[in-house]
């Protein structure tokens, strides 16, 4: 079973157009993040989730929105697509942890490409 | 500006060592890491180090961090040509006010030689 999995793979639209790609852990972690991956491969967190509550919320535009309908689920949503939003999203997840003893590791899904025409 | 530098390109022959540099600027960075990337496939962390820690040892990888330069190196003995990917740095504080805000590094791409 795939521990963080995220739909679509790969996603080809046009400007103007909305957008979702969704993300699923089942690993039961209580953390859940977005991460955006540039062309040149830097990775930038976007949003991130703690038992559904937004704690990070980087400097994005307010077209990007997180929804978290549960611990194991976060979705993004991209409103009005432009050809700088192309890029890999990454969605990732960690154990709630310092109670548990943090080693902080993050678990990646295989990216969701977005091309925006 | 970015918390976390890495150089973008190391070329190595299979069978030599490679070393990765990392430099980072939080000094309350109290966890650091080693990320790998696959062509196509999301990031795996290869290993970690704490911060009281000056060298850590995982089979064919060697992590040493200088925290007074505030430099992390990944060291890969007898390189294979499955070595060839991405290797990203990154850093926490690890505190709860700081808790899910990791940097990373812009990545360096390792290709492996035959």
């Known amino acids: 079973d795939t521990a963080v999995s995220q739909t679509p793979k790969y996603l080809v639209t046009q400007m103007g157009n909305d957008k979702s790609i969704k993300c699923e852990q089942n690993?039961?972690?209580?953390?859940m993040y977005w991460y955006k991956q540039d062309s040149k491969k830097f990775l930038k967190i976007m949003f991130s989730?703690?038992?559904?509550?937004?704690?990070i919320n980087e400097t994005v535009p307010n077209r990007f929105s997180p929804k978290s309908p549960d611990k194991a689920h976060l979705n993004l949503h991209i409103n009005s697509l432009e050809l700088g939003d192309s890029a890999v999203y990454f969605c990732?997840?960690?154990?709630?942890?310092?109670?548990?003893?943090?080693?902080?590791?993050?678990?990646f899904g295989e990216g969701s490409r977005l091309t925006v025409l | 500006g970015e918390d976390v530098e890495q150089s973008l390109f190391l070329s190595v022959r299979e069978g030599d060592s490679s070393v990765i540099n990392c430099t980072y600027t939080d000094s309350s960075s109290t966890y650091l890491y080693w990320y790998k990337q696959e062509p196509g496939a999301g990031l795996q962390l290869l290993t970690y180090?704490?911060?009281?820690?000056d060298m850590k040892q995982d089979q064919r990888l060697t992590v040493l961090l200088n925290k007074k330069d505030k430099h992390l190196s990944l060291r890969i003995a007898d390189t294979q040509t499955g070595d060839s990917a991405i290797y990203f740095c990154?850093?926490?504080?690890?505190?709860?006010?700081?808790?899910?805000?990791?940097?990373f590094g812009a990545g360096t791409q390792v290709v492996v030689t035959p």
């Open positions: 989730y703690n038992n559904k509550e937004l704690i």
């Open positions: 990154a850093e926490t504080a690890g505190t709860t006010d700081s808790w899910g805000k990791f940097q």
């Open positions: 180090i704490f911060s009281n820690m």
């Open positions: 990732a997840s960690s154990q709630d942890s310092i109670r548990l003893g943090f080693t902080g590791e993050l678990f």
């Open positions: 690993l039961g972690h209580d953390t």
